[in-house]
């Protein structure tokens, strides 16, 4: 089993920047890639960017490149995400999620956080 506890998040002004992190435990060595979802208020949840364990090769949802960095901290088994230069269309439940094996793709998850919220204020 893997867990993923996702601190942070928070509130912040259009302009500004936040990092989000989610620390990993259990069965690191299983996990192939890592990244992260998010879910507006009625909207569906989706991609926002993934990180590869093996060659931490990164994928990124169009509307977030340039802007977002996935990264990953193996001596503390974090996987973190930089946003900048954020807008108010951003506000969302930000979810950390692995999936195990050997994948290119993150979807479908196999582990979820328990997500936190990011609120970017106009």
């Known amino acids: 089993q893997v867990q993923l506890v996702e601190p942070g998040g928070g509130l912040v002004q259009a302009g500004g920047s936040l990092r989000l992190s989610c620390a990993v435990s259990g069965r690191i060595s299983s996990l192939g890639i890592m990244g992260w979802f998010r879910q507006a208020p009625g909207k569906e949840r989706e991609f926002v960017a993934a990180i590869r364990r093996s060659d931490d090769s990164t994928t990124y949802a169009d509307s977030v490149k340039g802007r977002f960095t996935i990264s990953r901290d193996n001596a503390k088994n974090t996987v973190y995400l930089q946003m900048n230069s954020l807008i108010p269309e951003v506000t969302a439940v930000y979810y950390c999620?692995?999936?195990?094996?050997?994948?290119?793709?993150?979807?479908?998850?196999?582990?979820w956080g328990q997500g936190t919220q990011v609120t970017v204020s106009s």
């Open positions: 999620a692995a999936r195990g094996g050997i994948t290119v793709t993150i979807n479908p998850p196999d582990y």
